[in-house]
């Protein structure tokens, strides 16, 4: 490796990044509620000398956009620091065991945010101002539910290549799946519950109608190109009688080739085929958020450098398929290629046993501080 590449390297330091880390970790940070954790990460980077703004998103809530080097970075490391809600406010914090560190956002991704700011920290620290690559690092509120962070930050910005520090386990992820938000409610007819026969029940419409989608071809669960998962399903509460509706949503994750526009399609027509098997069925179907996967494939200077970069780590480079939604989705429609590539995997993501190995995050730390460098410069750092 390049002896500046070295240098950057010995300036990562494993005690203050696992600080950083379990800091973050330890400061609640859902949807909506980003201020805090953007304070203490503003103050932790202001401290580096960099140049960082506040992009205001709403009230309140504000992307950090950092950057060094002269001109506007074409490239850019990239991380939200919202998560979801708590499962317990009692014990949302970091806890450590070994090299293992839990906790709500540890693996998405407050892990990938810290190994980012650790990076840009030592690429500071080892170059003077006028040696510094132009490059970014945006950390954005708003990716578990809107999108609003990301969305505001390509009003005003356009690189042509971002990496999103999303939980893959450390692979490169240049196809990702797409997205199509389903909603159903099913009516019925409200009567006392010791009189069924009487009305009509919206659970059970509700019920027969998800079983007859789940038997079609569309959602055959390990042969099909569609990841479907029923997120929630609740009913009018009115004592003890029979409801009278239903409301479910469905999260449908669709492989890169896979449009929305056509799985909306087949199941439109599926739910319309229901009434044949469900008596008097009075259903809605109702089509949200959507949008297409991509594949940006494996021939580009980024994934020929990592593929470098990774026997100089011990690390084997491993392509995939990132299989949920993330920002990379909006950022690829705008016309900017995401690289998916994080610390911690994504089966624990939104858990309440969420982690991530430590070792993983400062690898993580040592990859974007490699590909700062490169994507700036251009030279080889085998």
Same mark, same amino acid.
């Not at 089966?347 to 993983?360: G, I, K, L, M, R």
């Given at each position: 490796?390049s ?13 203050r ?92 991704m ?12 030592a690429?500071a ?30 009003t ?9 520090g ?5 692979a ?5 799946? &797409? @997205? ?8 019925? /007819? ?5 009189? $069924?026969? !009487? %009305?009509? #029940? ?18 055959a ?22 409801p ?23 199941i ?24 297409? &996967? @991509? ?8 994934? /020929? ?5 990774? $026997?100089? !780590? %011990?690390? #084997?480079?491993r ?20 690289l998916?590539?994080?610390p911690?995997?994504?089966e624990?993501?939104?858990t ?31």
């Amino acid at each position: 490796m390049s002896e500046l590449l070295e240098r950057v390297w010995g300036a990562i330091r494993p005690e203050r990044l696992r600080s950083t880390m379990q800091e973050m970790v330890d400061i609640y940070s859902p949807f909506g509620k980003e201020e805090d954790i953007q304070i203490y990460l503003e103050e932790q980077l202001k401290e580096t000398g960099l140049r960082v703004v506040r992009q205001v998103v709403d009230d309140e809530r504000y992307n950090l956009v950092v950057t060094m080097g002269p001109g506007t970075p074409d490239f850019f490391l990239t991380g939200h620091v919202d998560t979801i809600p708590a499962w317990d406010l009692e014990s949302f914090g970091a806890r450590r065991e070994g090299d293992t560190i839990f906790g709500l956002g540890s693996a998405d991704m407050k892990g990938g945010c810290a190994a980012m700011v650790e990076a840009f920290r030592a690429l500071a620290e080892v170059l003077p101002e006028e040696q510094r690559p132009s490059v970014g690092l945006l950390l954005v509120v708003g990716e578990e539910e809107t999108g609003d962070g990301s969305a505001t930050f390509l009003t005003e910005y356009h690189p042509s290549w971002v990496v999103i520090g999303e939980p893959t386990g450390l692979a490169a992820c240049l196809s990702h799946y &797409g @997205y199509l938000e389903a909603n159903f409610v099913t009516r019925g /007819r409200q009567i006392h519950s010791s009189l $069924p026969e !009487l %009305g009509h #029940n919206a659970v059970e419409s509700m019920l027969r109608v998800l079983l007859h989608l789940g038997r079609a071809p569309l959602f055959a669960r390990g042969q099909s190109e569609i990841v479907y998962s029923i997120r929630e399903m609740v009913s009018s509460r009115a004592g003890f009688v029979v409801p009278d509706r239903c409301e479910a949503w469905i999260d449908l994750h669709l492989s890169p080739e896979v449009k929305p526009a056509r799985v909306e399609s087949e199941i439109r027509e599926l739910g319309a085929s229901a009434e044949q098997h469900v008596p008097d069925l009075d259903l809605e179907m109702n089509f949200g958020f959507a949008s297409p &996967g @991509y594949n940006l494939g494996s021939d580009s200077p980024l994934v /020929r450098n990592l593929a470098r970069l990774y $026997p100089h !780590l %011990g690390l #084997n480079l491993r392509l995939d398929t990132f299989r949920s939604h993330s920002d990379g989705n909006l950022f690829y429609e705008a016309g900017v290629k995401p690289l998916l590539l994080g610390p911690g995997e994504l089966e624990v993501a939104h858990t309440p046993d969420e982690q991530v190995s430590f070792s993983q995050v400062l690898e993580a730390a040592r990859i974007y501080a490699a590909l700062c460098l490169k994507m700036d410069r251009g030279k080889d750092l085998g």
